[in-house]
């Protein structure tokens, strides 16, 4: 069977104890909201991961699920945004603009990855949250795997200085870009914005006011053979952007959550699923933080230490 650069065949997820909305990141993710049952809201979230990593487990794909525990931690359920794997056997982990969020980076993860998968280098970007610049892993950056392109919204998580520093150790092209929603609020994290998956890719052109940019892009992820589903406003709010294509045995899928398969039409959904499956998640309370599935899944590109 092919094996896609672009979709991971292990993920890992975080399942937290203490979730909640984080109140230190509300300034700039449009996308959260407001909570006040907090501890129905822990409960919920807890078995929204729970039963997302059974479902994906089921489909075949390798879940490295991990708890926290953590009380100051809101945001643990989105592992995506502190570290990121690559083929080659490299590890990224990231400066974070939260401070709380700060306190997510977890090295018996790491350890774990070092010890089942073949990891030769770990570089870490943390250093760089003392100086103010952010770049907040594979939220800020949609990388394609395959053109070697890291799509990027401009934004204070996004800093292009660190950017340019990932993209020239790990191989990539930097393509940056404003993004806005409909209140003229810059998109936070890209990966709210569009997904790319081996044959397709879903992307809400309309949020970027540049509009040669917008057909750059659009260009360059039809030239590398993607079928594009573009994505109204409306859908973006509804995550449907926040996707994220996976490797199990019997295939590709795509993740994502059912707050984002609802919001799709007829013609879209029939687009994805003639090249790849939908797998839906019902994660309703994780989304009220701001994040989706995407989010919540930090796709392992490694080489197994001992395959199967």
């Known amino acids: 069977m092919f094996h896609s650069p672009q979709a991971p065949a292990a993920v890992v997820m975080v399942r937290p104890r203490h979730f909640t909305v984080n109140a230190q990141t509300a300034k700039d993710n449009s996308f959260q909201a407001q909570c006040t049952n907090t501890r129905d809201i ?105 053109d070697r392109v890291a799509y990027a919204v401009r934004s204070d998580r996004t800093d292009p200085v660190i950017l340019e520093r990932f993209a020239t150790k790990f191989g990539f092209e930097p393509m940056v870009f404003d993004a806005f929603d409909n209140n003229g609020v810059p998109v936070y994290h890209t990966n709210v914005l569009m997904c790319i998956g081996t044959d397709i890719a879903m992307i809400g052109t309309s949020l970027i006011p540049d509009v040669e940019r917008s057909n750059e892009i659009e260009m360059r992820l039809q030239r590398s053979g993607r079928h594009i589903v573009e994505l109204r406003h409306e859908q973006i709010g509804k995550f449907a952007g926040n996707a994220l294509e996976l490797q199990s045995k019997s295939g590709r899928m795509i993740a994502m959550s059912t707050t984002a398969l609802a919001s799709l039409d007829q013609a879209q959904r029939k687009a994805i699923e003639e090249r790849t499956p939908i797998v839906a998640l019902n994660i309703p309370t994780i989304e009220m933080a701001g994040g989706s599935v995407r989010c919540t899944l930090a796709g392992v590109h490694l080489a197994p230490r001992h395959p199967e």
């Open 42 to 146: 822990a409960g919920k979230a807890w078995q929204e991961i729970t039963m997302a990593a059974q479902t994906l487990r089921s489909h075949g794909v390798t879940v490295h699920l991990y708890e926290d525990e953590g009380t100051k931690t809101p945001d643990s359920a989105f592992p995506n945004n502190w570290f990121s794997t690559h083929a080659g056997g490299h590890i990224a982990i990231y400066p974070m603009k939260a401070k709380n969020r700060r306190l997510e980076r977890r090295f018996d993860i790491i350890e774990m990855l070092k010890s089942t998968y073949r990891v030769q280098e770990v570089i870490d970007y943390s250093g760089l949250e003392q100086d103010g610049l952010f770049l907040e892993g594979t939220g800020a950056m949609v990388l394609d795997h395959i």
